[in-house]
């Protein structure tokens, strides 16, 4: 069989090699510029008068605003009490929920007692717990750490278990034929093979840690990220409360940013 | 159950009167076999009848038998897929060959070195086994195997799942390593082919007994030579009709 030079020919010829290059960089050009028009549109909105002030302030007065509360150090203070808050949480619930998960993957008896108790607390919104932590640890430091920590636990401790029972169980046959101690068995299998799957629970703790934050320091917070919008709604500064809700989208994607670099190198051997 | 360490013998590995249930299920009967240093031995059967049983049971990997095992020092095992800890790389999994050992880490670096540079693969001891092909990474698992110089080798359909070209050559190298090391080999395969060209001996296990056992009188010949009759042979035993 014979192909018609005219449909054989759009096979062999190439189309224009600058096209080419240029369609992926165009996307990505434009999905670059997109937010800066909206911006610029906002900003263009607010300067002709047609987005009222004390609603949306513009974009210009919001970087003001945060520039102002950099010099003055007030943000540095509240960076430093909110990531403490966080920090404390996320050790707190994160060695609690990797230390449950992994005892109750490794162990059918862990899992038949454990389990189901924690099943059961998972069941609970953990941030209508407030009121009862109050209660319980008044209104300082420690009720907003260990909601944080009640919050965290639980993404990892379900991650890790399913992480430890997915374990591939020829290489721990492999390993009693080498001779592996407990140790080593825990060391060379069974820490690399669940490490991805844990570092996906990092990424929602984080998540949930920031979020749990956020609503525990809506309430009587004296110091904080959280304080400084509540403080700024008292005196209707909505450019500072946007402010602070950036600050805590920024350090929302930069931990993630960080645990997806821990990812990456958990599974640098699949490259 | 007993065992007990022979050094001064020629036996590699011996397995006598081994008997082993599942529940209800007899799996074993009275399984005798012996495997002398420097002897290759086959052990071939159908899917289910407990080769891979007597395998395990070889290797240590069976707590629940009766009747005696008898090995020479750690016996090493490969299988049918190579079972690599992907997120180390190739040397160091060879270096796991050695965990019995307790060689300071340079002693087993340039030890696992030295198997690898065996088996072909000196250039590929840097790399993760994700990156190599199916025949190079049975060669680590082999070197693996061979780093703690086993007397005795056991091989559990080491090269079913490799390509028939890849496979030939595997068999090549096996039989090198075996030449210039000695040890001996308890080879389970379902190949014919591969039981007459390799062993000394094939022993055929049929729902968990050894039914027949064949002593090859010139084993290993070069290609062409006649083994038509140990292969009809080992088939009618087998059950399957030419």
Known sequence: MTIPAELASPLASTTPAPNRRWAPRKWGLIRLLSPL????VWQLGSALGLIPQDVLPAPSLIIEAGIQLIENGQLADALQVSGIRVVEGLLL????????????????????????????????????????????????????VLLVALGVSFPLYLNTFSAIRQVDPKLFETAQVLGFSFWQRFRTIIVPSAAPQVLVGVRQSLAIAWLTLIVAEQINA????????????????????????????LLGIGTDAIVRALERRALRYRS | MTIVSERRTTIAGELR??????DDHHVLTDVSLQVERGQIV???????????TVLRVLAGLST??????????????AFQEPRLFPWRDVRTNVVYGLT????????????????LADVGLT????????????GQAQRVSLARALVAEPELLLLDEPFGALDALTRLSMRGLLLDLWREHGFGVLLVTHDVDEAVALADRVLVLEAGRVVHTLTIDEPRQSPGAPTEQYRTELLDKLGVQI
């Open chain 2, 64 to 77: 629940d038998h009766t009747g005696d095992r008898v090995v020479s020092g750690a016996p090493a095992l």
């Open chain 2, 42 to 52: 086959a052990l071939i059967g159908r899917s289910g009848s407990g080769k891979s």
């Open chain 1, 37 to 40: 028009i909206l911006l610029g």
């Open chain 2, 123 to 134: 250039d590929r001891a840097d790399v993760w086994p994700l990156t190599l092909s199916g």
């Open chain 1, 93 to 144: 619930g994160g060695i609690l929920g990797v230390v449950l998960g992994t005892t109750v993957g490794l162990s059918r008896w862990f899992e038949a007692t454990v389990d189901p108790p924690m099943q059961m607390i998972r069941a609970l919104p953990h941030l209508g717990l407030i009121p009862l932590f109050i209660l319980w640890f008044g209104i300082g430091e420690l009720p907003k």
């Open chain 2, 100 to 115: 019995r050992s307790r060689l300071p880490r340079s002693e087993a670096r340039a030890r696992a070195d030295r198997a």
């Open chain 2, 17 to 22: 009167h081994v008997n082993k249930w599942y």
């Open chain 1, 222 to 249: 004296d110091k904080g990220i959280g304080f400084l919008i509540n403080n700024a709604r008292d005196f209707l500064r909505i450019d500072i409360i946007i402010f602070g809700l950036i600050v805590y989208a």
